[in-house]
């Protein structure tokens, strides 16, 4: 690090050796002091607003890489969300992170809705989840269903 300090890269591999998402950590870089790592609390929003989020092409897809959360000892969060399956978990700097498949198909009228909404306020707010599971590491099911 120039002027002094450490710093550790980071690379979390997608799907292949072609695919990554980067982080750095910096260590007893002068001058730098504490700072917030999550993307929400960095910008003073709460927790959920700011993630990171990949999709996947099929429902074993996602089980599987749930799975793979799971086996690492990380808490996931499932959520129906009527158009769309996703799970969650958290990363090292505590950044929510989702992995989602799409369940539903949009129409031309579901397009000229989500264009309206980046200018209208008015609009009403699409229904909430059908399900939210936590699925907690070592359990064979969700250790909480809320509906």
């Known amino acids: 690090v120039p002027g ?75 959520i129906d969300h009527n158009w769309c399956h996703s799970i969650y978990t958290r990363d090292p700097n505590d950044n929510l992170v989702e992995f989602c498949l799409t369940t539903g198909a949009f129409s031309e009228t579901d397009r000229q809705r989500a264009l309206a909404a980046l200018t209208d306020d008015s609009l009403a707010f699409s229904p909430g989840p059908a399900t939210v599971a936590i699925h907690k590491p070592g359990t064979a099911a969700a250790s909480e269903v809320l509906e």
């Open 4 to 78: 002094g300090g450490k710093a550790k890269h980071f690379f979390y591999r997608m799907e292949d050796d072609a695919h990554f998402i980067a982080f750095w950590e910096l260590l007893d870089v002068p001058g730098l002091g504490d700072f917030e790592t999550n993307l929400s609390r960095a910008a003073g929003l709460p927790d959920h607003i700011n993630h990171i989020a990949f999709g996947v092409s099929s429902a074993a897809e996602l089980q599987a890489r749930k799975q793979r959360w799971l086996d690492a000892g990380l808490e996931v969060m499932e």
